[in-house]
């Protein structure tokens, strides 16, 4: 079995194509909060209110630090996703801390950031431009097989 970490970009459906695509294949998927409400607002739901805007996003940036540190960690491979609406900086932390940790790392974005990220398309041993081509890549480790 693959346990594959799903980081990156949360405003898309691009989790949902893999894993619904990985379907019958013996993966399993773990991933950060996607509720972007509930991630900005764990730390204080949870540790007690912050009247300071930049202590609130501090306590729930750290609680989810511990969510990712120990999913990439626990990962067989992680996937990255940047998309094309806001900036990732998380998620290009996120490519560092698994490539640092010597995790197989996959990238996925769209051809238009293909010179903004080459030194992360660099770390990574795949790219891929589409969900459905991370799923090929999953079904090619795990079997051989590949598309047809």
């Not at 459906?13 to 019958?24: C, P, Y």
């Not at 992680?78 to 990732?88: A, C, I, L, M, T």
């Not at 790219?127 to 047809?148: D, F, I, K, T």
């Amino acid at each position: 079995m693959l346990t594959v970490y799903l980081s990156g970009e949360i405003h898309t459906d691009w989790r949902e194509q893999i894993v619904d695509g990985a379907h019958g294949l013996d993966v399993r998927f773990h991933g950060p909060v996607t509720d972007h409400e509930a991630s900005d607002d764990c730390g204080v739901a949870i540790m007690g209110a912050e009247d300071d805007k930049f202590w609130h996003d501090r306590k729930g940036a750290q609680l989810n630090a511990i969510r990712t540190r120990k999913g990439i960690e626990d990962a067989d491979i992680v996937v990255v996703r940047f998309g094309d609406q806001y900036k990732q900086w998380n998620a290009a932390f996120d490519a560092g801390y698994a490539a640092a940790l010597g995790k197989s790392l996959i990238i996925l974005h769209g051809p238009d950031h293909a010179h903004a990220l080459k030194e992360v398309d660099a770390a990574a041993l795949a790219v891929a431009e589409r969900p459905e081509q991370v799923v090929q890549m999953l079904r090619y480790v795990l079997s051989g097989e590949l598309p047809g």
